[in-house]
């Protein structure tokens, strides 16, 4: 809310030195907190109020004329350009040479088209005061005597505090609400401005309205002021002025007075006009399938939680949200009723917020409208309206209140404020400090306090609000800082899987990126198939955010393409994180397993070999690292030809084999295990959906399915007898994998065969059989407890070998 | 030879066996490797080498003549086999001094895969989540997706109250949400079992904010602590523990009032600038990082709502307790001075390869 601080300065009595920062600094620290002070008029400087003495036309232009005025001084003769020039007598804004305008703008004696100008007459826009239309500004002699200097003298120079009060605190949605907090802060005093005394006819006969509160949940206070023979015109340019300030438009007197009541008070208010009700009015919630023309013109249909203010020929009003076509003031209004209210804020906000209608009097509803305040604000308002308007007060108007409200009756203990503030406060220095914000209290007990709590204070129900009170009055700096007793039982994060492959990845040459956990449809729909799982969200700010992730993939692609597009052609990159998955289970509908996935784009690093492009291996190796990381080594890869990601001929499913293999660490045949990831070479149909325009390698493990904890390392002691080496080379069909290959060596069991590793795949069309591929394996015999014998050695190569060759497909080569 | 041959010259014996070792020195000069040494040495000393070809002479000697020929044959085989050493010796000495003139050149770059990098956002989650490990907090995690009273009900924020705007919420399918804070990680852990409770929590929220200074998703970390007598002097010291360790030792920490529904009293929490040690002032001028004020503001805080702690079936009278919460985004760019909010979400590695 913005905040005046001349306004300010008027209802609180401040020290001379005390400034619009200090005041900022001492707000801030009480938890209203200022995010800004804007200066209004800085640079303005030496105008003045000036009269005019007469007006004729300028020799050579049409639409220039001669003013003649004076500022208490010597007459001066203006060229002007407005139409608007007043007759003599009547009063204008005058910068003489000298002057400075917003911005910065010296004026000058100047010649304008032959004729010489000492300065200008100015408009409201050339003042800093807004829009302010067409024509010079013309001030009322209420406003100001000739000769005055007008930024002094209507608040031209102001500090505007921008002060963010949360949603606990609608008593500081006012100036009158801060000046009581100011107050207490600087230990002065505050008032409330009075009414004005203006005239007060009795209200002519028939000319009543009725009110009836019908729903005393959706309203629990309405006040109705009329006020007669009103001349709707500007307002005073102080008034002007001071909205402008607040970031309030002025339109007219009738609207501006209701404006600048709420900013004074907090309290709303609402003008019907008089002439076209028709009957009592009626507060109540709005009728199944009720409709109303709301004052912006649009036909609207209602629901039965709003809350409506109704006359005899149905809604006039949606109750503290926005008026009605039909009860709107115009022009040509002269008669009003000022409706001043409390109206359920849960409504208010429902209503509100479903037709997208939020102003500054719905913000307050919703956060509580004060019921005791309402007769002063429906006061001050019509005697400032009549005022303004030169009308008349009718009556003493209607004030409906059938649901009391009372002042809350709140215990602070001594206790109860040590306690959770951590240091001591006397309870009579809390009386002081809740006593200077309203709240009175009386001693109850030695150490108890029974708090009186005014109604504008909702958020103060409990002793902890009170405690909250007392402590930032007193000031949070004063609580001492120390370290809370007692420990915490040491326990395992449960990112410790993600943190640990985030280290393996980027100890592999990764560099981790984090994307959106939600993406656009058209991922989800690239990846195929993974559409129907995705998790719509309702509201999304735009199309990029609309569906939870059901991969890592499409959000890495993404971030290649946009490296890509700064031309860094090699990528590798990775991101650990949730994705979002639906279940069976109506209980958790959904589940977010941890992935941690990554993408190679481009070449290797290294200068040796330029321009070695990333292969399946190098994602591969990536997998079997990071897995190991993991606590896995004991891995199998499974064609994975059916996937919709990956390449038919160049992806793999990664499968654990079975736990016994794993505890036991020995090399097993036995290929079949749980599934926790997919590598291999992202599918180029996908490609082309997700626009990459480069060959690309994914791998993705499922940190969930590697299960929890790293067991243990189980070292052994190294063997100390040596290893003896043999080679194979044979011929196999293309089909035949490395981990076939392995198996049929491996059938032989041959206790003395210790390891064995691919040393070549070799399949140059040129010198490989038809369907055949050359195969070179090292083979490695050791015994535990004595060094072999090379006949030993070629024995137990010698079964292998046989064990080999009983496969059909299988030619050793020499 | 046959052993019908006249017995040989003493003399002509012991001369053949010196000139033998002087042939030899001559013969290895020219020769450029070991193997060609050893089978010269082969050839003179060997089996049926020369040396042993005119000692099969020895046993037609006068018994007299004998050891003046051994000597000479003795004398011989160590010429011989200290020109061998010598000669090795001297390739040795060749080859290292060829191996020792190769030159590389220094400055090319290292071979192989460079280390790959963490992103900021880890790292500060890291270096924070270790302060409070220090502190005997232990981390928490919970879903994106929660349920409305796990997000907002539990936490004092019932419907239609003001509050729910000050997170704009994204709503998903069953009336869920995605989470807006990871306050609900609070609630989990509270219903989980009994107190005391000392945790932090860090994971992404998502709020429906996206312009130049927030993000529809953003990594936040709170904390909780319940136990007896726990008060607000605690947070107070727990938090400057907190700047102490991740902004700098001397800097203090202020606490303002401020609002949220599940704390009462409660706080927004501001460090001393790190850049201008609080002073508002550097090189002179109004500090750019706390435009001048001094204090930055990293969090919220407060003491525990105690319908909070009626929600979770904790006895408020029983119990107190502190949280506190702030944006790993904030704190990794105060904490690498990064400036554009949205460079964590680029996936520039430029910029990622900073933080090694
Ligand atoms: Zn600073």
């Known amino acids: 809310m913005k905040i005046s601080f001349n306004w300010l300065r008027e209802l609180v009595e401040l020290k001379p030195g005390v400034t619009a920062d200090s005041v900022a600094d001492k707000l801030t620290l009480a938890g209203l907190e200022v995010e800004s002070i804007e200066r209004r008029g800085r640079d303005l400087s030496g105008v003045l109020v000036a009269e005019v003495r007469g007006t004729r036309p300028h020799p050579s232009a049409d639409k220039l004329s001669i003013v003649r005025l004076h500022a208490g001084g010597a007459e001066e003769e203006v060229v002007c350009g407005a139409s608007n020039v007043p007759a003599a007598g009547g009063r204008i804004a005058w910068a003489p040479p000298g002057a400075t305008l917003p911005g910065g703008r010296k004026l000058d004696r100047r010649e304008i088209r032959g004729v010489m100008s000492p300065g200008m007459i100015c408009s409201e826009a050339e003042l800093g005061l807004g829009e302010g239309g067409d024509g010079i500004l013309i001030l009322s002699p209420l406003d100001a005597p000739v000769g005055a200097d007008l930024a002094r003298q209507i608040g031209l120079l102001d500090e505007v505090l921008e002060v963010n009060v949360t949603p606990n605190r609608p008593d500081a949605l006012s100036h009158a609400g801060i000046a009581r907090e100011v107050a207490a802060l600087f230990e002065t005093s505050w008032r409330l401005p009075l009414p004005d005394e203006v005239p007060q006819v009795p209200l002519a006969q028939g000319r009543g309205v009725d009110v009836e509160i019908r729903d005393s949940t959706a309203c629990t206070r309405y006040a109705a002021r009329i006020v007669t023979g009103l001349r709707l015109g500007p307002s005073p340019i102080a ?88 009860s709107e003031v115009s022009a040509a209004t002269t008669d009003v009723l000022l409706e001043a209210a409390t109206f359920d804020p849960r409504s208010i906000r429902r209503t509100s917020k479903r037709l997208g209608l939020r102003s500054e009097a719905s913000h307050r509803f919703e956060r509580g409208v004060d019921a005791e305040g309402i007769p002063h604000a429906s006061r001050r308002a019509a005697a400032m309206l009549a005022r303004f308007g030169e009308g008349r007060v009718a009556g ?206 481009g070449r290797r690093p290294g200068w040796l070999k330029p321009d070695e492009a990333f292969d399946f291996f190098d994602a591969q190796r990536i997998a079997r690292e990071l897995l190991r990381a993991l606590g896995i080594t004991q891995l199998a890869f499974a064609p994975a030809r ?75 002691a190294p063997p100390r007898f040596p290893v003896s080496s043999r080679d194979i080379s044979f011929w196999i069909d293309l089909a035949v994998s490395a981990d076939d290959q392995r198996a049929l060596l491996l059938s032989a069991a041959e206790p003395l065969l210790r390891d064995l590793a691919v040393l070549e795949d070799y399949r140059d069309p040129r010198y490989a059989p038809a369907g055949k591929k050359g195969m070179l394996w090292t083979l490695t015999y050791r015994a535990d407890e004595r060094t072999l014998t090379d006949a030993e050695v070629d024995a137990a190569h010698a079964r292998v070998v046989a064990a080999l060759k009983a496969a059909p497909s299988v030619a050793l080569r020499q | 030879m046959s052993s019908g041959e006249k017995a040989p010259i003493v003399a002509d014996l012991i001369g053949d066996l010196d000139r033998l070792a002087g042939a030899f020195a001559d013969e290895i000069g020219a020769l450029a490797t070991e193997q060609e040494i050893r089978l010269a040495q082969a050839r003179y000393l060997g089996k049926k080498g020369r040396v042993s070809e005119l000692m099969k002479a020895l046993g037609r ?227 750019r990082l706390c435009k001048g004020s001094g204090w930055i503001e990293i969090g919220g805080a407060g003491m525990v709502h105690p319908n909070v702690f009626r929600a979770v079936g904790y006895d408020p009278r029983a119990v107190s307790g502190f949280a506190f919460g702030m944006g790993l985004s904030r704190m990794a760019m105060l904490k690498f001075e990064v400036d554009d909010l949205r460079s964590f979400y680029e996936h520039d590695v430029r910029f990622l390869a900073q933080f090694r």
């Open chain 1, 396 to 601: 003493e108007g209607i004030d409906r209140y059938p649901v009391q409200q009372h002042p809350r009756r709140v215990v602070l203990s001594f206790a109860g404020l040590s306690r959770l503030a951590g240091f001591e406060i006397p309870l009579s220095q809390a009386a002081e400090k809740l006593a200077a914000i309203g709240i009175v209290t009386a001693p109850d007990g030695d150490d108890r306090l029974a708090a009186t709590v005014p109604t504008f204070r909702p958020d103060v129900g409990i002793e902890e609000d009170l405690v909250e009170e007392v402590m930032r009055l007193v000031g949070y700096e004063h609580a001492p800082a120390r370290l809370p007793r007692g420990s915490g039982a040491p326990a395992t994060s449960p990112e410790a899987p993600a943190d640990r492959a985030r280290d393996a990845l980027a100890a592999l040459g990764l560099s981790e990126i984090v994307s959106w956990g939600f993406v656009p449809r058209t991922w989800l729909g690239a990846l195929g198939g993974q559409l129907e799982g995705g998790i719509a969200v309702k509201n999304p700010i735009s199309a990029d955010y609309e569906l939870m992730r059901t991969s890592l993939l499409p959000g890495l692609v993404d971030a290649a393409k946009r490296n890509l597009a700064r031309s860094v052609f090699d990528l590798g990159l990775f991101e650990v994180g949730p994705i979002v998955r639906r279940t069976d289970d109506p209980k958790e509908p959904t589940a977010e397993p941890t992935i941690a996935a990554a993408l190679l784009v």
């Open chain 1, 642 to 716: 059916q996937s919709l990601l990956l390449h038919p001929g160049v992806g793999a499913e990664i499968h654990v084999r079975n736990a016994d293999a794993e505890a036991t660490g020995k090399a097993t045949a036995n290929a079949t295990g749980r599934v926790v990831g997919l590598v291999g070479e992202v599918h180029p149909r996908l490609l082309r959906k997700l626009g990459l325009e480069a060959r690309a390698f994914y791998l993705e493990v499922t940190l969930d399915a590697v299960g929890g904890e790293r067991r243990p390392v189980r070292s052994v």
């Open chain 1, 239 to 326: 008034v002007r002025v001071r909205l402008s300030a607040c970031g309030v438009r002025a339109i007219s007197n009738l609207v501006d007075v209701t404006n600048y009541v709420m900013l004074e008070t907090g309290h709303p208010l609402h003008a019907f006009d008089l002439n076209r009700l028709q009957g009592g009015i009626a507060v109540r919630r709005a009728g199944r399938g009720e409709r109303m023309k709301t004052l912006d013109g649009i036909d609207r249909p209602l629901q039965e939680n709003d809350i409506v203010i109704a006359d005899a020929r149905g809604a006039i009003a949606l109750a503290g949200v926005m008026g009605g076509a039909d």
């Open chain 2, 61 to 287: 000697l006068a018994a007299e003549d004998r050891p003046a020929v051994g000597e000479a044959a003795n004398r011989a085989k160590a010429s011989i086999e200290g020109a061998v050493a010598t000669r090795l010796g001297a390739l040795d000495e060749a080859d290292l001094h060829a191996d020792l003139a190769r030159v590389v050149d220094v400055t090319l770059p290292g071979r192989g895969w460079p280390l790959g990098t963490l992103h900021p956002l880890t790292l500060v989650r890291r270096e924070i989540e270790g302060i409070f490990l220090g502190l005997g907090f232990e981390v928490r995690t919970g879903p994106w997706i929660e349920t409305e009273w796990n997000n907002f009900d539990a936490l004092n924020t019932p419907p239609d109250h003001p509050a729910r705007d000050m997170q704009d919420t994204f709503f998903v399918e069953g009336g869920r949400v995605l989470r807006s804070h990871t306050s609900p990680v609070q609630i989990r852990t509270m219903l989980s079992g009994p107190p005391p409770v000392r945790i932090i929590a860090p994971g992404n929220v998502f709020r429906r904010d996206d312009d130049a200074t927030h993000t529809p998703m953003f990594p936040q970390m709170e904390g909780l602590l319940v136990d007896q007598g726990v008060s607000f002097a605690d947070l107070k010291g727990t938090l400057l523990y907190f700047v102490h360790r991740f902004f700098g030792p001397n800097l203090g920490v202020r606490l303002r009032p401020s609002y949220f529904p599940f704390t009462e009293p409660s706080a927004e929490v501001d460090a001393a600038c790190y850049l201008c040690s609080g002073s508002g002032q550097s090189g002179g001028r109004s500090c």
